[in-house]
């Protein structure tokens, strides 16, 4: 995401197990600037990806007298890689009970050769942001390795810029409503309203007009002159 948005173009491809995708279709820098945000996968090959669990925040006397503590910074760029990409931000390492696994896969021969993760073993130790880790070999699988080009569009260049972006691009007028849809609008806008089994008539026309062509729900809606931001769920 970061080369992407720092390439002249808006541009950046990258290619591994881990593929740099987001949950969201708009990030926003430092500088208030905000982006539409698209990835495209290609190009997918098959490799053998070794996983790993990691324990955080070992005891160092529980590091056998045999163990070598590695060290995070020593590590070969591409192993270094795999890890941020699994834990994503390095600060969650600090936060109380979090855990995660790790998957090292390389289609490049050179890349597992010089690898400290491939091919397995019982367990490694590793220094990293002031936390010792213990990896513990979990399996080896075979995983798929794209390529995935991360594309950015600048939409806006303030919160006010961006609000208008929105209610033109995912913003919906509700209209005309029956008097049972203005309840359950009433209810949502006051906490939340819920529905189990098969929708009602006038929930199910409802999701209709906060529902986009390619099924995705609205961001906005106009309801009595006000607009609100809509969070849809099945």
């Known amino acids: 995401m970061t080369h992407a948005l720092e390439a002249e173009g808006g541009e950046a491809t990258s290619r591994g197990y881990y593929s740099p995708h987001t949950s969201k279709d708009y990030v926003v820098t430092e500088s208030e600037e905000y982006y539409h945000v698209e990835?495209?996968?290609?190009?997918?090959?098959?490799?053998?990806?070794?996983?790993?669990?990691?324990?955080?925040?070992?005891?160092?006397?529980?590091?056998?007298?045999?163990?070598?503590?590695?060290?995070?910074?020593a590590l070969p760029a591409h192993d270094r890689e795999s890890l941020r990409d699994a834990v994503g931000n390095p600060h969650l390492l600090h936060a109380p009970h979090y855990s995660f696994s790790v998957v090292f896969a390389y289609e490049n021969a050179a890349l597992r050769r010089r690898s400290t993760f491939v091919p397995e073993a019982e367990s490694h130790y590793?220094?990293?942001?002031?936390?010792?880790?213990?990896?513990?070999?979990?399996e080896r699988r075979t995983v798929e390795i794209t390529s995935t080009t991360v594309s950015t569009t600048r939409v806006a260049e303030s919160p006010a810029e961006f609000f208008e972006y929105i209610r033109g691009e995912r913003g919906a007028v509700l209209g005309p409503l029956t008097d049972q849809q203005r309840d359950i609008v009433t209810q949502a806008i006051?906490?939340?309203y819920t529905e189990c089994g098969t929708a009602s008539d006038a929930f199910s026309a409802l999701r209709e007009q906060l529902t986009e062509a390619d099924d995705r729900h609205r961001l906005l809606a106009r309801y009595d002159g006000d607009w609100y931001f809509v969070h849809l769920s099945r």
């Open 39 to 73: 990835t495209t996968d290609f190009d997918a090959t098959e490799t053998t990806g070794y996983e790993y669990a990691v324990d955080i925040d070992i005891d160092d006397t529980a590091v056998p007298a045999t163990g070598r503590i590695h060290s995070f910074a």
């Open 190 to 192: 006051e906490g939340t």
């Open 126 to 138: 590793l220094a990293w942001s002031d936390v010792l880790l213990r990896l513990v070999f979990d």
